[in-house]
């Protein structure tokens, strides 16, 4: 389980340590943007890819055969790109402290345990890992960008706040769908998409509280 390592050593190094914000004082200003530019590529990309990969399966299956067949999609290199890719966004954290900004509860749990929900779903080969694939990366293809965006798109915002929600949403009847509709389900299995159902509903609850106290 080298995903739980990684998040633990994450939580370590989100509490800075002198020595970690002086070399982070290093990082360029302009890094940021560059890194928010790459992370909405790869996204794009990956959406580009996976998006008619599941439409072409939809069009000659059910969505509940789907739900519990991993054989179309879980060899496709992008479903380890995608995995690989949540230890990357930890960068994230990193640019946050280099500029000084605080790191919310949200953020850190959010980072940590999508890195840990998504490798245990590709290593227990979860048939609805394609749909939270596509999810995840619908979504990080346009914040990526916003991130990029210029100060006077800021007014989007709360529409990406609530793009999120939405998400959650549609994640928790997926992962509900998985265990509710697939019969025969390994341990493994069925114990990702419980984590799912409770990640899902762990972030409606933070990201609606962010909204709320955000926005409102």
């Not at 345990?113 to 596509?134: C, D, K, Q, T």
């Not at 769908?177 to 493994?188: A, E, N």
Request: proline residues 5%; contains cysteine; hydrophobic residues 55%.
């Amino acid at each position: 389980m080298w995903y739980a390592v990684v998040a633990a050593l994450y939580l370590a190094a989100v509490v800075p340590s002198p020595p970690l914000l002086l070399l982070l004082r290093c990082v360029p200003a302009g890094a940021a943007r560059a890194w928010n530019a790459c992370l909405a590529l790869f996204s794009a990309l990956g959406v580009a890819h996976l998006v008619p990969l599941l439409v072409d399966q939809l069009r000659r299956r059910s969505v509940a055969d789907l739900l519990c067949d991993a054989s179309y999609w879980i060899d496709d290199p992008w479903a380890l790109a995608f995995v690989l890719s949540k230890v990357v966004e930890l960068g994230d954290t990193l640019l946050l402290l280099s500029r000084g900004k605080p790191l919310s509860f949200l953020h850190v749990y959010h980072h940590s345990s999508v890195l840990v929900f998504s490798a245990h779903a590709y290593e227990v080969r979860n048939p609805a890992g394609i749909w939270y694939m596509v999810l995840n990366l619908m979504v990080h293809a346009l914040m990526y960008t916003y991130y990029c965006a210029p100060r006077a798109l800021r007014w989007l915002a709360p529409y990406l706040t609530l793009l999120q929600i939405q998400q959650m949403v549609v994640g928790g009847v997926v992962a509900t769908s998985s265990l509710l509709l697939c019969d025969g389900q390994s341990g493994s299995v069925v114990a990702s998409n419980a984590m799912g159902i409770g990640l899902y509903g762990s972030y409606l609850l933070l990201f609606g509280r962010y909204f709320c106290r955000r926005y409102m």
